[in-house]
């Protein structure tokens, strides 16, 4: 558990476990959309729903693509009245999230062409514009047990945009 999520929940913590196939991904949304509190804004809401589904496909399409019995896609979710914290669990081969991130980060600002461009990395690019412009906190680490964490954070306060852009 994250210790900077603190214990005054919004809701109760919410997790699902889902086998590692692209065709649960409206299980998985259903899920999601289930967990939805009024005190989360919209925008913020959206912006995590986007980074699951691409967290969630990452690992069926990736992390879980060369195993012969892939394990279970593990899902939690978090609220507390400061904090949005949201984890995709995987059992892939680690993967250095941060990284592939600066690489690309590094053609975006050398080609200064449009990053959508780039269909192989467009979940780099979103994940890093939800940290750049919207003041999301992403990590992927690979944990004791052999498997991977995917955690994406927000703070909760104001409207839950931070302004920017990139």
């Known amino acids: 558990?994250?210790?900077?999520?603190?214990?005054?929940?919004?809701r109760p913590n919410s997790e699902l476990a889902v086998i590692s196939d692209l065709g649960e991904l409206e299980t998985v949304l259903s899920w999601f959309e289930r967990q939805q509190h009024p005190d989360v804004p919209s925008d913020l809401w959206m912006q995590a729903q986007m980074a699951l589904v691409e967290g969630f496909t990452n690992?069926?399409?990736?992390?879980?693509?060369?195993?012969?019995?892939p394990p279970q896609v593990q899902l939690s979710l978090r609220l507390s009245s400061?904090?949005?914290?949201?984890e995709i669990i995987d059992h892939g081969q680690p993967f250095a999230l941060e990284s592939?991130?600066?690489r690309v980060e590094a053609e975006i600002t050398e080609s200064a062409s449009d990053p959508l461009a780039r269909e192989a990395h467009w979940g780099l690019v979103m994940f890093l514009k939800l940290q750049k412009a919207y003041g999301w906190t992403i990590s992927y680490t690979r944990r004791d047990d052999q498997?991977?964490?995917?955690?994406?954070?927000?703070p909760l306060s104001g409207d839950g945009v931070v302004g920017g852009s990139y």
Not at 59 to 69: D, F, I, K, Q, Y
Not at 82 to 86: I, K, P, V
């Open 147 to 154: 498997s991977n964490c995917l955690s994406l954070s927000h």
């Open 100 to 102: 592939a991130m600066a």
């Open 59 to 69: 690992a069926v399409r990736h992390a879980h693509a060369h195993l012969v019995a």
């Open 1 to 10: 558990m994250n210790p900077n999520l603190s214990t005054d929940a919004l």
């Open 82 to 86: 400061s904090l949005f914290f949201l």
